[in-house]
């Protein structure tokens, strides 16, 4: 089992900054893809950024590409979203979830066993 915990959100004006982290425990994320999602009100969850084991490739949404950039430490078992030139669109739960896989990214909710709590991130105008 992996139980991982989001932190990091809150409320930022746009063109703002924000870093999440998700901290995990219970099992080494070393065996793992990572991916961070968002549930807007009203919304379906969305794939937002997807990292692989060895942090070699990324994967983005085209909505943050070139504004968000996902990170990995294996040692501290932690990943983290930086979230840059926010927009109120981007205004959400974000969600760090792990994927049973090491070499690819996917994008569907349900290639993910593993889901942290989420954080809310509002962005104002």
């Known amino acids: 089992q992996v139980q991982l915990v989001d932190s990091g959100g809150g409320l930022v004006q746009a063109g703002g900054s924000l870093r999440l982290s998700c901290a995990a425990s219970?099992?080494?994320?070393?065996?793992?893809?990572m991916g961070w999602f968002r549930q807007a009100p009203g919304k379906e969850r969305e794939f937002v950024a997807g990292i692989t084991w060895s942090g070699g490739f990324k994967y983005y949404v085209d909505s943050v590409k070139g504004r968000f950039t996902i990170s990995r430490e294996n040692a501290k078992n932690t990943v983290y979203l930086e979230m840059n030139k926010l927009k109120p669109e981007d205004t959400a739960v974000y969600y760090c979830?792990?994927?049973?896989?090491?070499?690819?990214?996917?994008?569907?909710?349900?290639?993910?066993?593993?889901w942290g709590q989420g954080t809310q991130v509002t962005v104002s105008s």
């Open positions: 219970g099992r080494t994320l070393i065996s793992y893809t």
């Open positions: 979830a792990a994927a049973p896989v090491t070499n690819w990214v996917p994008a569907r909710l349900n290639e993910y066993h593993y």
